[in-house]
């Protein structure tokens, strides 16, 4: 009870610290600041930022030819129309949204953070649905017990200047005739303002400054988030970043490549090194260079390289990549390098440890795009008018990870259509055909068409 009287605000504020600590760590050391402790003087700190590029390519791996299909609920002609009508429109939603570019830059802040959110509202101005991507450092969730999958609150912190404020809530400023809910006249005062939205599912409330500025019950009757995690850890709702399993061989990669440079600077500009010499003067280590020595004094050159310690450290930093391609499931292939031109089964078993990540994050990302996609179509139900869209059932299709012969497939998805075990759908999608029921529309004509011409006739274009 004391807790609720404490403002949602003030309650966030000591909410979920050390998640929010390892979503700026891990940040951090994707950017780049992956060096620990004060630099020393002379010091030198090289950044060979692998982190950011093994998520990069993994994130476009499992993003590759990701694509949504919609199958009807009953199999009639009916329900294919339904079908069709709806692809259109949810395709709309996609270009409105820039999906494409959504999904993968939160493909990669999932895979840097832990976790992504989705968010899926009506926008009654435009009259369209709007699918944004949250920042999941200002995302709090409440379930219920032990059953992390039933959410039953979420609250969303951001900060707005005034100016963001005032467009995006005009109804709250006060004006001529408006009758205010609160004591006092709110005036954006403030360059920044921190905004707390609280939903439920009855309910929803809009929290700036601290101050309850509106509170009425849930359009929706629905959460409208969509909270995923990049691996799930089990029996935790947060998830696990890729990040901390390559921490350590990152920044000891780092070190290493930090002191080989150095010597192998020194051993471009030689070290002098003068034995029984009190003091000396004027030593100049170039070409041509004489030096006056007294008796018993012996003057040369260090020599870093000598007895094949360079090769020692070359020798470290390969066996760094190793475990750093070993920890983060990427191998070397995967960047480019096939020193052994290997492809077919060679290639697949090269590349396995990558395909295994890859189908582990899009069985997370393949669930939660379907849940997107039915709140998608629940809002165009209620609010565009377009009936019976709850009944479709959202499919997920994703591209192949490894590189694939066209040709052979062609011939493979030819056969399996022949021999009536895929469909002419099936087979289109599987080659990537973005419009498979559109395809299939124009084959049917073109097949029409030809039947209607005369013998030995020729269709138009």
Request: charged share 25%; proline share 6%; with cysteine.
């Amino acid at each position: 009870m004391v807790a609720e009287t404490v403002p949602l605000p003030q309650r966030l504020a000591s909410m979920d610290l050390s998640r929010l600590q390892a979503y700026r760590e891990n940040l951090e050391f994707y950017r780049g600041l992956q060096w620990t402790g004060p630099q020393r003087r002379r010091e030198r700190r090289l950044t060979f930022n692998y982190a950011r590029a093994i998520i990069d390519k993994t994130a476009a791996y499992v993003m590759n030819g990701l694509s949504i299909l919609l199958l009807p609920g009953e199999d009639s002609p009916e329900g294919e129309r339904l079908a069709r009508r709806a692809e259109a429109a949810l395709r709309e939603v996609h270009e409105a949204n820039h999906l494409d570019q959504l999904d993968l830059d939160s493909e990669i802040d999932c895979s840097i953070l832990g976790d992504a959110a989705y968010k899926v509202t009506w926008d009654p101005q435009e009259g369209q649905v709007r699918v944004s991507a949250p920042d999941v450092q200002g995302l709090f969730v409440w379930w219920l017990g032990d059953d992390v999958s039933r959410i039953w609150r979420v609250a969303l912190r951001y900060t707005l200047t005034a100016e963001e404020l005032e467009l995006a809530y005009p109804h709250l400023l006060p004006g001529e005739g408006a009758s205010l809910r609160w004591a006092r006249p709110w005036r954006l005062r403030n360059s920044q303002h921190t905004l707390v939205e609280a939903w439920t599912a009855q309910g929803f409330q809009l929290w700036v400054d601290s101050q309850l500025m509106e509170e009425r019950p849930n359009p929706y009757g629905l959460v409208p988030f969509v909270i995923y995690p990049n691996l799930r850890e089990p029996k935790q709702f947060w998830g696990l970043s890729d990040i901390p399993p390559i921490r350590e061989a990152v920044q000891e990669l780092n070190r290493a490549m930090s002191q080989l440079s150095m010597i192998l600077e020194l051993s471009g500009n030689p070290i002098a090194v003068l034995e029984n010499v009190t003091e000396a003067q004027d030593i100049a280590v170039q070409p041509g260079a004489v030096w006056e020595l007294p008796e018993r004094a012996r003057a040369y050159l260090l020599d870093l390289l000598q007895g094949g310690g360079v090769g020692l450290h070359v020798d470290y930093v390969n066996l760094l990549f190793r475990v750093l391609h070993d920890l983060s499931e990427t191998p070397r292939t995967a960047f480019g390098e096939n020193r052994q031109a290997l492809s077919g089964v060679a290639l697949q078993m090269e590349m396995d440890p990558l395909v295994k990540k890859v189908q582990r994050k899009r069985l997370i990302r393949a669930a939660a795009l379907k849940r997107r996609t039915e709140l998608v179509l629940r809002l165009l139900e209620r609010h565009a008018g377009l009936e019976g869209l709850s009944t479709l059932c959202p499919q997920v299709a994703w591209g192949p990870v490894l590189p694939q012969d066209r040709s052979r497939l062609v011939e493979e998805e030819a056969r399996l259509v022949g021999a009536g075990i895929r469909s002419r759908r099936t087979a289109a999608q599987t080659l990537g055909t973005s419009d498979p029921a559109g395809e299939w529309r124009r084959w049917l004509e073109e097949a029409r068409a030809l039947a209607a011409l005369p013998q030995g006739g020729e269709a138009s274009p």
